[in-house]
C-alpha cells in the first residue's frame, strides 16, 4: 500500500496537474494555465506573463489591441500578445524591441506606458495610466527574462 501512494502521489503531480481528474480543464484560468499561478485576475498582480496578461493585457490593453485593426498591428489579447511583444520590433521605433527580456529600458512598451517614448501618447491610449506599482511589477517580470 505504502509503495503505491509513493508512486502515485509525484505521478499525479507530475502529468496530471491540475485537478488529478485529467483534461477536464476546470482549474485552468483563461490561459490554460493553472489557476494559482497568479494568472487569477482577482488576485494580486505578480511578476509573471499569466498576471500580467490577465490583470493588464486584457482587460485594460485590449479594448484596442485587438483584431485585424489593432494600432500597429500589436494586438494584446491572451492568444496574441507574448508572441507579439517579446522580442519583436516595435512599429514606431523600428531599432527596439517591443519587449526585451533583461532589459525594461530598452523595453519600447515600457516607455509607451510611462509616457516617455519618442513616439505617439502615453498608453493606455488617452488615460487612465497604469499606477506604478503595475509598472514596477511589468519592469520586474522583463528584468527576470520575460518568461511565458
Ligand atoms: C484607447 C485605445 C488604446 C488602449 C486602451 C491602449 N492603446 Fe496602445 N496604442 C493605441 C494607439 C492608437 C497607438 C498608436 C498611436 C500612438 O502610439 O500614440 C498605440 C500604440 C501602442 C504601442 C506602440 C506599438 C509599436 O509597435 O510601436 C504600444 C507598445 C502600446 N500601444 C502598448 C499599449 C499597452 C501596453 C496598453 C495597455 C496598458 C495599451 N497600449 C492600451 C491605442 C490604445
Not at 38 to 46: H, I, T, Y
Not at 94 to 102: F, L, N, Q, Y
Request: some cysteine.
Amino acid at each position: 500500500m505504502k509503495k503505491t501512494w509513493r508512486w502515485t502521489a509525484p505521478l499525479c503531480l507530475v502529468l496530471a496537474m491540475p485537478g488529478c481528474g485529467g483534461g477536464s480543464g476546470e482549474g485552468l484560468d483563461a490561459n490554460g494555465r493553472p489557476i494559482g499561478e497568479g494568472a487569477n485576475p482577482s488576485g494580486p498582480l505578480l511578476p509573471t506573463y499569466a498576471s500580467i496578461q490577465s490583470h493588464v493585457f486584457t482587460p485594460i490593453c485590449s479594448a484596442c489591441h485587438a483584431g485585424g485593426s489593432a494600432p500597429e498591428g500589436l494586438r494584446l489579447d491572451a492568444a496574441n500578445a507574448y508572441a507579439l511583444t517579446v522580442n519583436v520590433s516595435s512599429v514606431e521605433v523600428p531599432s527596439m524591441k517591443r519587449i526585451a527580456p533583461g532589459n525594461p529600458d530598452q523595453s519600447y512598451l515600457v516607455q509607451k506606458i510611462e509616457g516617455h517614448a519618442s513616439v505617439g501618447a502615453r498608453m493606455p491610449y488617452g488615460g487612465p495610466y497604469l499606477d506604478d506599482a503595475t509598472i514596477a511589477t511589468i519592469r520586474l517580470w522583463i528584468s527576470q527574462g520575460a518568461v511565458q
